[in-house]
């Protein structure tokens, strides 16, 4: 049973939708996605090497309006600015392997265009725009918007795998932190933002604060933008409690029902291939798309550009997540491949080998043995 603490308090997840998870980011790249990218009303927690966040469903309701909002200008002013932010996130990287030591002003001043980037990223974000991909049958205006997103979301995704991912800007702050302060890199990636500017200062966390912050995780943003963090045995419970009317059943009839994303108009039979991206692992991924063999049917949370080769064998796409312009959906229209988003837990209910056959007409997975 889970001993309540008094202090946290915890929404009923009746009033979410499941919208993101992944695995293998480190604490300071969540840190930034959830103050300056998650929006008002999400709770996002992290234990077990995995990601998970849930928005309020009225939150959900007002990214589809501030989407339907945005004019074509506005967008398109969008681009050109996320454009420049990361290419000088980007150009920082010479001085800050080659450069002197870092200072407190000159990490603000990273951190602050690390921020600048998630703000303007969430713009893409497909909770925005499933509503502006429906008018845009009808309304050449958003079909304009539904373009530009659609032609930029990939490209954007894959350059910040240059700024948050793999050798990019992020992680080689945190190894220049590390150096310079004299704080293992691991424990440098478990610091907010905010911290890694007092630490250039000087002020180092306890090791207590971090090895809880290793074990588990919360942030929740409420409706007014206010962050409540939660860490060790709070974040446990946190999360204990919240998913706590949460399960994961074998559906009736053995069908899973999702949104079609893109058809061909015909149904397809496959072998499931699940595969979970993981960002701590990159050697793992590669060698699990190696093994995937061609027409088979990929199932994951959801995809990401990294995750191309990948697709490109597929038969067909499924995933638990997402909507008319993910990444996913994008690219089953480039490959033209059926594609079934937002499913919620296809690939908790399926394993690799799994026969299924995906209906891209009425958005349905149905389980064949």
């Known amino acids: 049973m889970v001993q309540k603490n008094p202090q946290v308090q915890v929404p009923d997840i009746k009033d979410f939708e499941f919208t993101f998870e992944s695995n293998g980011t480190t604490f300071l790249f969540e840190n930034l996605v959830c103050e300056f990218y998650d929006p008002p009303g999400t709770a996002s927690f992290w234990r077990n090497n995995s990601k998970s966040c849930y928005a309020l469903k009225t939150t959900l309701e007002k990214l589809t309006e501030r989407g339907l909002n945005t004019s074509l200008q ?16 980007v150009g920082e990287i010479p001085q800050l392997n080659n450069g002197p030591d870092l200072t407190q002003e000159k990490v603000l001043e990273y951190f602050t265009l690390l921020c600048k980037s998630c703000q303007e990223y969430l713009n893409f974000d497909f909770s925005l725009w499933d509503g502006v991909f429906e008018l845009a049958k009808t309304d050449s205006e958003a079909k304009r918007k539904a373009d530009i997103v659609q032609n930029y979301k990939n490209k954007f995704r894959a350059d910040f795998e240059l700024v948050f991912f793999g050798n990019g800007f992020l992680p080689q702050l945190a190894k220049k932190v590390s150096v310079q302060c004299g704080v293992p890199e691991n424990d440098v990636l478990m610091y907010q933002n905010k911290e890694i500017v ?31 963090f939660y860490a060790g045995i709070d974040a446990q419970n946190f999360i204990k409690q919240f998913l706590s009317e ?124």
């Open 198 to 228: 007092d630490l250039i200062g000087g002020s180092k966390l306890s090791d207590e604060k971090i090895q809880a912050r290793k074990q588990a995780y919360v942030y929740f943003k409420d409706q007014n933008s206010d962050m409540t």
């Open 246 to 369: 949460e399960t994961i059943t074998r559906p009736e009839n053995d069908i899973i029902q999702g949104k079609t994303a893109h058809s061909t108009g015909k149904k397809v039979r496959g072998k499931v291939r699940i595969l979970a991206r993981d960002y701590g692992n990159p050697k793992l991924v590669v060698e699990s798309m190696a093994q995937m063999e061609q027409g088979e049917i990929l199932v994951s949370q959801t995809t990401d550009p990294e995750l191309m080769p990948a697709l490109r064998k597929a038969s067909a796409i499924v995933t638990d997540l997402g909507g008319m312009l993910s990444h996913s959906a994008i690219t089953s229209r480039e490959l033209n491949i059926p594609c079934i988003v937002g499913t919620k837990n296809a690939s908790k209910l399926l394993k690799t080998g799994d026969m299924i056959e995906v209906d891209p007409i009425e958005g349905t997975v149905k389980i064949l043995f």
């Open 74 to 89: 506005e967008l398109e002013g969008i681009v050109v600015s996320l454009e420049k932010t990361i290419a000088q996130i």
